[in-house]
């Protein structure tokens, strides 16, 4: 079965420092890629994704990440954090051309002390 | 433009009980999902609407689940009996169909404790 693997499940971090949040995932065909974040008390909200075209997708808040397709991954960067940056980060894909359910990880909790 | 929003956002019922949760898709959106986050683990797929019909419903964990969307518009999802394990957070997201957009976007969720 397909599945997304988060290689952190918590990490803290001091401000300025630089993150990087691993994220693999098993699927042999083609993928759409997603990072979504939670911020303490509100809504998921989608970071940035990557469909097709350029593997290095810019989103919001100055995050960034990756696509290698021959290492299935998508890790997530921002070179220099800030305290408002604590939430817990979800790694997730969907199948192109299949259902449009959304394969989550089991989340990063980013926790960033000032 | 108003986001997806659910009611309640917190429910207590003890076992055996029965409750429904309900999910309001941004107005426009035929995609309605719902999703659940069980304490511990990944956000799952439970099922997928297009307007009135289900699309997918193979993330249904039981019979013990039924989802509605009367209408297709809000939709609402029933558990009876609750059991403990039905303990968590659902999740409630909205698509575009046409244009097609595959960008799904959350509402706050529902935290359901069952005692």
């Known amino acids: 079965a397909q599945s997304v693997s988060q290689h952190n499940h918590h990490v803290i971090l001091s401000e300025a420092a630089s993150l990087e949040l691993g994220c693999n995932y098993s699927y042999g065909g083609?993928?759409?890629l997603f990072w979504y974040v939670q911020y303490p008390g509100q809504h998921l909200q989608l970071l940035l994704k990557y469909f097709s075209g350029d593997p290095l997708v810019k989103?919001?808040?100055?995050?960034?990440?990756?696509f290698i397709?021959?290492?299935f991954s998508f890790n997530l960067r921002k070179p220099s954090v800030?305290?408002?940056d604590t939430a817990?980060?979800?790694c997730a894909v969907t199948l192109q051309n299949r259902d449009d359910k959304i394969i989550f990880g089991k989340g990063t909790r980013l926790h960033i002390l000032p | 433009e108003a986001g997806v929003?659910?009611?309640p956002s917190h429910s207590v019922i003890e076992k055996g009980q029965?409750?429904?949760l309900r999910c309001d898709p941004i107005s426009g959106h035929d995609n309605l999902y719902w999703y659940r986050r069980v304490m511990g683990k990944e956000i799952k797929f439970?099922?997928?609407f297009v307007k009135e019909s289900k699309q997918d419903e193979s993330g249904m964990p039981n019979n013990r689940f039924l989802a509605e969307r009367t209408g297709g518009t809000y939709s609402t999802l029933k558990v009876q009996p609750a059991e403990l394990e039905d303990s968590g957070v659902y999740f409630c997201a909205s698509s575009q169909d046409y244009p097609r957009s595959d960008t799904q976007y959350f509402g706050p969720g529902t935290r359901l404790t069952v005692l």
């Open chain 1, 30 to 32: 083609t993928v759409n």
């Open chain 1, 59 to 66: 989103g919001i808040k100055g995050f960034e990440a990756e």
């Open chain 1, 69 to 71: 397709k021959s290492k």
């Open chain 1, 82 to 84: 800030q305290w408002s």
């Open chain 1, 88 to 90: 817990e980060y979800f």
């Open chain 2, 5 to 7: 929003t659910q009611f």
């Open chain 2, 18 to 20: 029965t409750v429904t």
């Open chain 2, 46 to 48: 439970l099922l997928h």
